[in-house]
């Protein structure tokens, strides 16, 4: 299976609390539900359709616990073509404390060599490995070189605070453009593929 992921940022780089004003309050966030609403027509088909083409799902423990009590609980949520997608697929979580999840056609993935785990995962016939969500995952993904596509779905939005996808210091790394559109009410939606290292100038 292809590993991708896909995120919704605002144009600075956060991510949290995107769904709504009470999804993720840590360290003081006030700004939730700024994705909410936002975006055409044909991109919340763009988005649906991406849920629908998934082999299987792999979550972070917060990301996988909010889904689960929404997608996973909610009947008007679990009806919805997202919902339906999620509830069919397997889903995997990284976690080291998530002991018994209710969620069912869940599999925890515990620590011990989780590279291994994923890796394994990603060498099984299929079509996609996707994970949603997830930014202290998708950073230690990425880190790990493991993931093979990337689409920030980006709103046109400047928070001002909040935890961002990418941190102020961490690992670089160069991106190819594969698709990128934008819509009708602004937001963009850029997928790359990892490049390894960028290239720099030499002093």
């Known amino acids: 299976m292809k590993l991708t992921t896909m995120t919704q940022i605002s144009v600075d780089g956060v991510m949290q609390g995107n769904g709504a004003a009470s999804d993720d309050r ?5 700004r939730g539900g700024w994705a ?8 919340r088909m763009f988005i649906t359709r991406t849920y629908q083409r ?3 799902f792999l979550f972070g423990r917060r990301t996988y616990e909010l ?22 697929a397997p889903k995997y979580v990284a976690s080291t404390t998530l002991t018994a999840p ?3 056609d869940t599999t925890v993935l515990d620590g011990g060599d989780l ?21 202290a995952l998708i950073r230690w993904l990425l880190e790990k ?7 920030l779905i980006v709103i046109p939005v400047i928070l001002g605070q909040g935890a961002r996808l990418f941190p102020e210091a961490g690992p670089d790394l160069a991106l190819d453009l594969i698709e990128s559109r934008v ?21």
């Open 102 to 104: 209710r969620w069912e």
């Open 26 to 30: 840590r360290n003081g966030f006030e």
């Open 183 to 203: 819509d009708s009410k602004g937001v963009t939606i850029q997928a790359y593929r990892p490049a390894g290292r960028p290239q720099y100038a030499t002093a």
């Open 145 to 151: 070189d493991l993931v093979d596509e990337m689409t």
């Open 67 to 88: 889904f689960a009590r929404s997608w996973g609980s909610i009947d008007q949520m679990r009806a919805h073509p997202i919902g339906v997608a999620l509830n069919e």
């Open 54 to 56: 998934a082999e299987a």
């Open 115 to 135: 590279a291994a785990a994923i890796s394994e995962l990603k060498a099984r016939p299929g079509g996609e490995l996707q994970v949603h969500g997830s930014g």
């Open 36 to 43: 909410l609403g936002k975006g055409d027509d044909e991109t």
